[in-house]
């Protein structure tokens, strides 16, 4: 499935399950979300969708794709979703084990039938006892298990049976798995592959803030009855108001990583590989060690284990020395030559197994990091040998060498997809070859850019040059041989690969039996784009002319199609809206296509059909596309479109079809329902009656009604969502019932993704007759003519890619349909710029979009279908809107976005004209000239060290971008933001008017650490982490030795793990309608299988533990809610990145249940870094930074530290003024907490102060009656009372001086209970106290639908029955 966030983590935007009431309406959302995922419940959750496409809206980027899904499910009947529910009861019935291991205890093991023996084998060696045992067989009862085979098929193997460790002899390839086990055993806890971002390692930093696991740490503890103060004073530079943004915290110092030496040296020894005398010895090969005692050893690894033997630097005599103390394992034998060995394993090992698995385990893709500190670089031969004998993916583990890729991506394709078990293998294979694929994609392109790579065809010039590494094809992203000439040259070939990347994504979600795409990953990296592809089997034999049998190579000049790619490609045609077509060849004769005519067909030496050149799969974007002869619409043309481009590729986002076609269906339904209303109006006969209301799909049968339906549907994003969505199942059946007559292969299951298109109108007939009456058959016609669909019988949008394409002709015949394409992509393209900026600027108004940084904000404009190339038009819109103060986090986050992108562009450039041996000194120079406040910024030119070879250099250097180049050198900051500022009016068409860093960062209220961040996040650099200090006029900020690293940056697919989204959308559906624990135990199962298909991290699994942690504390269980978010917090940290806004806002929902398990000072800590990574990611000014600011402020008056508390409590204040008004809910409850602080501290006069304006704000917005306002009036009462006591206090003693007689005061400290209660009102979570009256009326209510839902079920089957709205849904 297609996620609009392919490479951004998929979070469940807000997903906060009980947000009933909250406070400051931020629950609007969530209404909509409620009344969404409750319809799903009823169409069987657990079905499959072989089919997916994205509907886009933004906010509710994930509830709506597993609905597409289920629009998906023709195939599959209602019954089945009881079968899968058993399926994964049965799989979880898990037994127990007994291991017994030489020389240890025997212990339990708690398995599951699924597992392959080989599981056990790797839990083995990973435990602390056992773990330095690589090479032993397990034994039932004498007999060797397989490896590979499954716990379930071995006979005799259950509860109890007592499984032996058996030691095996070694053989060579044993050898070399059993020291590179060991030498990682050694480096478990050294983070330095973390830093230098290989072997999917990451940072994790949680367990510093939390003193290693989250047990009872952190509770204050007794002394007495007094409880024992905390220390709660922030750092400086996280006080509200500092200006101070230090980089050296980002990676606090953790002690465990102090490496604790065990070995000095472990090498291979010179005197490998043995000579033929000693391997009939059954010498497998030598080490050489150096313990720590400084003792050197000659080590012989042999078939029966390891040994001493008598070798020395110089001399070779392998016999075993005396003693030999011959050990099958080698941390055996190290621990009996040297103690300090001994000790240190043994510490290392206990520590090893005390961190969390999370902060251990692989990503399943490569996490970089922009900063690191110096680490030392010490002698590792594992690492050596791994960089010099070129490992090209994984010899060790796969016989005969290299992986095929392509045949492993298409084979998992064509895995069986009947029930789930088999669904969840053919996902996980497919998942882990992706990720695998990445991996060894993005090594080779490094390679390749980094020289270490033959090219194919080594004659030509370096640009020209394409290269094959593993079995994977590369190709540089320019403009070879002229392809592009006429698109746009360097450009379009640069953007190409990323269009070509989004096809690939779109087809592979569509997932169509027999039709298969090219492994795609782009990488870029120094500059360069480079695209790697599986390869084709027989394409390099052959000429591409002979190859391709369908599609165009000259972009439309010679055509061919072919009538088997025409029944494959009519089956995506509807989920992805593309329209079958026809266009004329070099022979002026017809040819039909069903996709761009780029798009090419070959069918491999394998007999696969595949499909490639997917880059025009979406339309053509015509604000950027100007065309002679073709106005755009005058409001269009008033904001300045059609503009210029870099190239002509720029398409239409497929989120943005998604939600064009959405907009025009309800323009539709509307349009008929009007003119049938008419129609009813002018001879009301009876039978027109249910015509109406099937067609406007209202439950009601008074017209009435049926306006008022439409009218909302219109209005209201909800309603609007209701109205489709209910249709959508119907629709699925009607239609493929009613089109099956027409149209032969429409019958197939794939058509119907798109079932949301086909009208409820259709139906009105299908029920009885076929559309007989004309007067209905006539309104259909009109709204279809009106709306631009393809057919005139039913609602039916699809694009032609090829309108607008420079080479294509098309037949006179069809001159009719281009001409209603043409305009379909001009409403499309008007519709972009007329309704989807205005609703995301709206949506940051209030606030259901909040980004934080620059990959949050590309984020939310993607799920809205905006292309970033419309940043600034969204930027000018923002000016112009009259609320601009509100969005001025909004149009910061944009502008420091849209310099950065276009820093990026020049980085790109500039990079390529420099050469390896310069690349620090270059990359310093450049962030010196765009961030540094130096004046003359001077380069400096690698020193001396390089001037002898200068004589030398005359050979031409082959790398790309080689030569005598030292152009970089001569960049000035002056000239860098000039061309920044060219760069933005040109391809962003906004104007800059600044000239240096710090006009921008006075003009726009930037940061520099934060530019800092964009810009090394996006062009992969990483950097030393220390004080830069940007404002010196006297030296540059960086120098080259601060640069330590570039990195590629990765796009590739994401695929997706269905089924469990599924159950992840029902358990928030059963959430939404309070059942939490029906909810909680679909979300775990949700858990269980995103664990099966994905393995342990992922992003989505990280959104799962969040929901299920919010949902355990909802339900009180504090322990296990602390547990799951841990988890939460760590996937966040090592998926998505350490200050990655995701993670911020886990860390803030941690605090808050560390807090509730009165773990106050690590609440605290947490709450701390959250602010700190907060402040260094987007600044104080932002309006999340309120609620973190009220969660500190509330947790500080929790421990009576009063001024500190207003401090924060008060910048929340001010915050929220800003952003929601000051007459806002959200002030009225920032006052009222600044109050109670106040109130504490017996500043009464301040207090009611603040109290007398929440409580005004709660009188004009909810009115006297309302319970808020109660309670505001209430406290108030009090507090005067309160005030007037000390006042009177006050008086006596200055009236009678020091013998006064003095009532005593209540000062009261605040209980935990009223914090946490505040805490949790302000975090969105309300637990509202309801009457058994309520109860009652709730659980009659619920049986009522499931009885609905069970009628629902049994009616599944038949065809035609339309639905009625209220089965589905809760009218609010």
Not at 285 to 298: A, F, G, K
Not at 905 to 914: M, P
Not at 1329 to 1349: C, H, I, T, Y
Request: hydrophobic content about 35%; proline content about 5%.
């Amino acid at each position: 499935m297609v996620s609009k966030t392919d490479d951004i983590p998929a979070s469940v935007p807000n997903c906060n399950p009980v947000d009933l009431a909250d406070e400051a309406g931020d629950g609007a959302q969530n209404s909509k979300e409620t009344s969404k995922t409750r319809l799903k419940d009823s169409c069987g959750c657990g079905h499959s969708a072989d089919t997916a496409m994205v509907n886009g809206d933004g906010a509710h980027e994930r509830t709506e794709e597993a609905e597409s899904k289920q629009d998906g499910n023709s195939e599959t009947d209602g019954g089945e979703e009881s079968n899968e529910q058993e399926v994964i009861v049965i799989q979880d019935t898990g037994f127990t084990v007994k291991i017994q291991a030489p020389g240890t205890e025997p212990f339990d093991l708690q398995v599951s039938p699924q597992e392959m023996v080989q599981e056990i084998h790797q839990v083995l060696m990973d435990r602390e006892d056992t773990c330095h045992r690589t090479c032993f067989s397990l034994q039932l009862d004498g007999n060797v298990l397989d490896n590979f085979a499954e716990l379930k098929s071995i006979e005799g193997l259950q509860e109890g049976s007592l499984l032996k460790v058996v030691e095996e002899p070694y053989t060579v390839r044993e050898a070399r798995i059993h020291v590179r086990h060991i030498r990682d055993l050694l480096k478990s806890l050294d983070p330095s592959d973390a830093y230098n971002g290989v072997d999917c390692n990451s940072l994790s930093f949680l367990s510093i803030f939390t003193d290693g696991d989250l047990g009872d740490s952190g509770k204050r503890k007794k002394k007495g009855n007094e409880l024992e103060q905390i220390d709660c004073t922030p750092p400086e530079h996280i006080l509200p108001g500092s200006k101070d943004r230090p980089l050296v915290p980002l990676q606090p110092h953790n002690k465990d990583w102090k490496p604790m030496q065990c070995l000095k040296v472990l090498t291979m020894s010179g005197w490998n590989p043995p000579p033929g005398n000693r391997k009939m010895h059954g010498d497998l090969m030598y080490l050489y060690m150096v313990t720590v005692e400084e003792r050197h050893v000659s080590i012989t690894a042999s078939t029966r284990g390891f040994y001493l033997n008598q070798s020395t630097t110089y001399t070779f005599n392998p016999k075993p020395s005396n003693p030999s103390f011959l050990s099958h394992s080698l941390v055996e034998l190290l621990s009996q030559i040297s103690p300090a060995f001994k000790k240190n394993f043994t510490a290392l090992q206990k520590k090893r197994v005390q961190r969390h698995p999370f902060e251990r385990i692989a990503t399943p893709f490569q996490v970089y990091s922009w900063t690191a500190p110096q680490v030392d670089h010490a002698m590792d031969c594992v690492r050596a040998e791994d960089a010099y004998t070129s490992r090209l993916g994984y010899e060790e583990h796969i016989p005969g060498q290299t992986r095929d890729w392509n045949e492993e991506l298409q084979t998992t394709r064509e895995l069986p997809r009947k029930n789930l078990p088999e669904r969840l293998l053919r996902e996980r294979a497919i998942f882990k070859v992706h990720s695998d694929f990445a991996a060894a994609a993005t090594r080779g392109a490094m390679a390749v850019i980094d020289g270490n790579v033959m090219a194919i065809n080594p004659g030509e010039e370096t640009r020209m040059q394409m290269f094959i590494w593993n079995n994977i094809f590369f190709s540089l992203g320019f403009d070879v041989r002229d392809h592009y000439r006429e698109l746009g040259g360097d450009a379009a070939a640069h953007a190409a690969p990323t269009n070509d990347l989004n096809g690939v994504r779109a087809y592979g979600a569509v997932d169509v039996e027999g039709l298969y795409t090219l492994g795609t990953v782009v990488v870029d990296y120094r500059g360069y784009r480079v695209t790697a592809q599986s390869i084709i089997p027989g394409i390099l034999e052959r000429e591409q002319e002979q190859s391709v049998i369908y599609g165009s190579i000259d972009f439309g000049k010679t055509v061919v199609s072919h009538s088997k790619y025409l029944e494959l490609l009519e089956k995506t045609s509807r989920p992805l809206k593309v329209q079958s077509h026809n266009v004329l060849n070099e022979k002026n004769e017809t040819v039909e296509l069903c996709s761009s005519v780029e798009c090419k067909g070959i069918i491999g030496n394998d007999g696969r059909h595949y499909i490639l050149d997917l880059l025009r799969t979406f339309p053509p974007d015509l604000n950027f596309l100007p065309v002679d002869g073709e106005e755009l619409p005058p409001e269009s043309r008033r904001q300045g479109f059609p503009r210029q481009h870099r190239h002509r590729l720029a398409c239409l986002r497929q989120e943005l079809i998604e939600a064009f076609v959405e907009h025009r269906y309800l323009l539709f339904m509307k349009m008929a329902a009007l003119q049938l209303m008419q129609q009813k109006a002018n001879k009301d006969a009876k039978n027109d009656v249910p015509a109406i209301t099937e067609t406007a799909e209202t439950p009601s049968e008074s017209n009435a009604d049926t306006t008022q339906t439409q009218t909302t549907a219109s209005d209201s994003p909800s309603a609007t969502e209701v109205s489709r969505d209910s249709t959508s199942q119907t629709e699925n059946n009607t239609y493929a019932a009613s089109q099956a007559a027409t149209d032969g292969e429409e019958n197939d299951s794939k058509p119907a993704t798109n079932g949301h298109l086909e009208p409820a109108v259709t139906q009105n007939g299908e029920c009885k007759s076929p559309l007989e009456d004309p007067k209905s058959r006539e309104v259909v016609l009109n709204a279809c003519k009106a709306v631009g669909s393809i057919s005139n019988t039913s609602f039916d949008i699809r694009f032609n890619p090829d309108i607008f394409s420079p080479g294509v002709r098309f037949p006179d015949d069809s001159a009719d349909d281009v001409q209603k394409q043409k305009q379909l992509l001009k409403d499309a393209a008007f519709f972009l710029v007329s309704c989807q900026i205005p609703s995301l600027v709206k949506d940051c108004l209030d606030h259901s979009a909040l980004p934080m940084d620059g990959a949050t904000l590309t984020e939310s404009l993607h799920q809205r279908g905006i292309n970033v190339r419309y940043l600034g038009t969204v930027l000018e819109f923002v000016d112009k809107t009259p609320a601009k103060a509100q969005l001025e986090h909004f149009y910061r986050i944009g502008i420091s976005e849209l310099i950065t992108r276009c820093a990026k562009h020049i980085f790109k450039t500039y990079l390529q004209g420099v050469e390896l041996s310069a690349l620090s000194a270059a990359v310093s120079h450049f962030l010196n000239c765009f961030l540094s406040s130096f004046p003359d910024s001077v380069a400096h030119l690698p020193p001396d060290e390089l001037v002898s070879r200068r004589k030398s250099r005359k050979r031409r250097n082959r790398v790309p971008g080689g030569g005598d180049n030292t152009a970089w050198a001569s960049l000035t900051p002056n000239e860098l933001w000039k061309n920044i500022a060219s760069e933005a009016k040109s391809y962003y068409h906004f104007t800059i008017e600044c000239e240096s860093v710090d006009q921008v960062v006075e003009k726009y209220g930037l940061q520099k650490t934060t530019l800092l961040r964009e810009i090394s996040v996006k062009t992969g650099i990483q950097i030393l982490i220390k004080e830069y200090n940007f404002d010196s006029r006297h030296k540059p900020a960086f120098t080259e030795e601060d640069i330590l690293n570039i990195f590629p940056v990765v796009k590739h697919v994401n695929p997706k793990a269905s089924d469990a989204f599924h159950f992840f959308q029902s358990g928030q559906a059963k959430v939404q309608q309070g059942f939490l624990k029906e909810g909680c135990e679909l979300i775990n199962e949700a858990l269980n299988l995103f664990n099966n298909v994905y393995g342990a991290m992922h992003v989505e699994i990280c959104a799962c533990l969040r929901l299920l942690a919010r949902l355990n504390y909802i339900m009180g269980d504090h322990p296990e809610a602390l547990s799951n978010q841990q988890k939460a917090v760590l996937m966040s940290e090592r998926v998505l990145g350490i200050e990655h806004p995701n993670t911020i806002q886990e860390y803030m929902h941690l605090s808050l249940y560390c807090f509730a398990n009165g773990q106050l000072s690590t609440a605290l800590k947490l709450l701390y870094r959250a602010r700190y990574l907060m402040l260094l990611v987007s600044g104080e000014n932002h309006p999340e930074m309120a609620l973190l600011d009220s969660n500190i402020g509330l947790v500080l008056h929790g421990v009576m530290e009063y001024d500190l508390s207003l401090r924060f409590l008060e910048n929340a204040l001010t915050i929220n003024t800003k952003y929601h008004g000051s007459r806002s809910l959200k002030v009225a409850l920032s006052r009222h907490l600044v109050a109670r602080v106040y109130e504490s501290k017996a500043e009464f006069r301040s207090a009611l102060q603040h109290e007398k304006e929440g409580y005004t704000i709660y009188k004009n917005q909810m009115g006297e009656a309302h319970e808020k306002t109660r309670e505001s009036s209430e406290y108030l009462k009090y507090l005067t009372q309160q005030a007037v006591a000390l006042q009177r206090t006050m008086n006596e003693i200055y009236k009678n001086g020091s013998n006064a007689s003095i009532t005593p005061l209540k000062f009261t400290a605040p209980s935990m209970a009223s914090i946490l209660e505040q805490l949790n009102i302000i975090n969105g979570i309300i637990f509202i106290p309801l009457s058994q009256k309520d109860l009652e009326n709730l659980k009659a209510e619920v049986q009522r639908r499931q009885q609905l839902q069970e009628l629902g079920k049994s009616e599944e089957p038949t065809e035609d029955r339309p639905l009625e709205l209220e089965d589905r849904i809760p009218i609010d």
